[in-house]
């Protein structure tokens, strides 16, 4: 049972340390192995492609993750003290954000906002006193589209989290604080706040890694602005290059931090949350 | 305790906070889950407009047309449950060796190295399988060592490798999480009353284990039903899912209609294995096992 453990392991690590090693090759061809080299690295760092893709891919994590993290901790605070049907339809929302395919809400995002778009542009050439029709703002999707579609995700991933946490809180604190007239401000600065940090920072941390590795919901609303994902994925079906493997190994070796201090931050604190 | 005008205005005041704190995250759902589904919904009704797009119609056309994209839900509904239950088989012994023969000094350790996997780029651990199963890795050495060609990429068995090794992270872990939690004693108990190993596993542990399974199931289940990449990158248009259509009808040939009957059949599979999920887990009393 043990060889059967080693064995599974290898098959989960293997794939990723073929990545990194091949990322040192200095042939030219991604198969076979001539030596140690980071030359790639080196041609990935002086690609203007690729850096302008890093580029769409931090702002749109940045800013997805911090939307998400904000609106999805309100609304957990906020879902605490709600009963009926108003916290049956959140919950029931949060599940389906969760639970449909990225595709079908890249498609239903990608449909619905270009049908939105096409009646509010239309609205603008009308009004808009300007005898050029080039000078009429215009919307389209990019930044904007892919922020929104990111955050859904995220939103509901970080009520689920924040929620779990306030789950596992020790209510007797709160109604403390309360008894001892703190102001309902007070209160939450000083004891609600802390108590819930960690999971709030682990889900601002894993709604920026889902953002910065997603492709499928990327690829129908990112318009013009190629994030990262979507350069690897056309790079891939260009070929095959050792650069892959090096913004391969990158991207592995950022997600890897992020992910150890979610992990480490949702331990932190006596009472363990259900989340893990 | 306060006087009764007080406490109504604080409570008045109480339920404006609350409404101010859900708006921005009801406006969203509304925004970006309900309202485009909805635009699904109406789109799957209606026809394509010439030039690629939606005109408006009220039929049921595209839904009666669904087979013309047969073969992508063929492989969809054989190689989904196939892949379930391969990742199943290969987690359930990795599950129980760390929830029952590990040490607590290192389960939690070796926990998490099976669930890191699962949050890095998928993308880029399904590019490593098509570097490892392509003409230059496997292949290659399988012909030097003298098996003869041998063409792994592009198969249905690749695309089951991928599926495995993109999935199996998050089968292992509600099984663990079950076998965890169950009581040792009952296995003791079995083995005084004469039972053998195997019969103690048959008879308590696994139906004892069965919401952790019944979860992992349905969460890779559900995953796999919309997958897209893996038979893009591994399949190569030669093993497609429904995922592949569904870019294929909305980003080529722009047929949205068609497109939305498409997506809709795919959520309505899935909320029926939901539901069936929820009879299930229901029947074994199971807890909801949180994943994140």
Not at chain 2, 101 to 125: A, E, G, K, N, Q
Not at chain 2, 155 to 169: D, E, F, K
Request: proline residues 5%; aromatic residues 12%.
């Amino acid at each position: 049972m043990r060889a059967y453990a080693i064995a599974i392991y290898l098959f989960l690590y293997a794939p990723i340390a073929l990545i990194v090693l091949f990322s040192f090759n200095s042939g030219l061809s991604a198969s076979d192995f001539r030596g140690f080299s980071i030359a790639w690295y080196g041609k990935v760092a002086g690609n203007r492609f690729v850096l302008e893709a890093v580029t769409h891919s931090l702002i749109v994590a940045a800013a997805s993750a911090t939307l998400a993290t904000l609106f999805g901790t309100m609304a957990a605070l906020a879902l605490q003290r709600v009963t009926g049907w108003l916290r049956a339809v959140f919950d029931g929302l949060t599940y389906v954000a969760i639970m449909v395919p990225g595709i079908v809400i890249g498609i239903a995002t990608l449909i619905a906002l270009v049908t939105a778009f096409d009646i509010v542009n239309d609205l603008l050439l009308a009004i808009w006193p300007a005898d050029d029709p080039g000078a009429v703002p215009q919307l389209a999707l990019g930044y904007g589209s892919i922020i929104a579609a990111h955050t859904l995700f995220s939103l509901a991933l970080v009520i689920v989290l924040v929620r779990a946490r306030i789950a596992g809180m020790d209510r007797s604190l709160v109604e403390a604080a309360t008894d001892l007239y703190a102001t309902p401000w007070g209160t939450f600065r000083q004891v609600t706040l802390p108590l819930i940090l960690p999971a709030v920072v682990a889900g601002f941390l894993l709604s920026f890694t889902f953002s910065f590795d997603d492709f499928v919901i990327a690829f129908f609303v990112a318009g013009s602005k190629t994030t990262l994902p979507i350069y690897v994925f056309a790079s891939i079906r260009r070929g095959v290059t050792p650069e892959i493997n090096a913004i391969g190994t990158v991207v592995l070796l950022v997600s890897l931090l992020l992910l150890f201090s979610a992990q480490i931050l949702l331990r932190r604190g006596a009472k363990p949350t259900r989340a893990t | 305790m306060a006087k009764a005008a007080t406490s109504d205005d604080s409570a008045k005041r109480r339920r404006r906070w609350t409404a101010l704190l859900l708006a921005p995250a009801g406006l969203w759902f509304l925004a970006l889950l309900v309202m485009p589904l909805a635009v699904v919904v109406v789109f799957s009704l209606g026809e394509r407009a010439p030039a690629g797009g939606y005109a408006p119609a009220l039929s049921l056309a595209n839904y009666l047309n669904l087979p013309a994209r047969w073969t992508a839900f063929r492989n969809t509904l054989v190689l989904a449950p196939i892949g379930t239950l391969v990742c199943l088989l290969a987690a359930y012994p990795l599950a129980y060796f760390l929830a029952v023969r590990t040490s607590p000094r290192y389960r939690l350790l070796l926990l998490i190295l099976v669930i890191v996997p699962f949050w890095t780029s998928f993308l880029i651990r399904t590019y490593a399988w098509m570097f490892i199963l392509g003409g230059r890795g496997l292949p290659a050495l399988f012909e030097w060592i003298g098996f003869g060609e041998i063409r792994l990429i592009n198969t249905p068995l690749s695309v089951l490798i991928g599926i495995v090794y993109g999935y199996l992270p998050l089968m292992v872990f509600p099984i663990f999480v079950s076998l965890e939690r169950l009581d040792k004693r009952l296995l003791e108990a079995a083995a005084d009353l004469g039972s053998t190993p195997w019969r103690s596993f048959r008879q308590v542990t696994l139906p004892l284990s069965a919401p952790g399974v019944i979860t992992g199931c349905m969460l890779v289940f559900i995953l796999l039903m919309g997958e897209y990449l893996i038979p893009q990158l591994l399949g190569g248009g030669k093993v497609f899912f429904i995922g592949n259509a569904l870019v294929d009808l909305f980003l080529q040939s722009r047929n949205w209609p068609y497109g939305s009957a498409v997506a809709m059949s795919l959520v309505i599979l899935m909320l029926a294995t939901v539901t069936l999920y929820l009879r299930l887990t229901r029947r074994y009393g199971g807890r909801d096992v949180s994943l994140l």
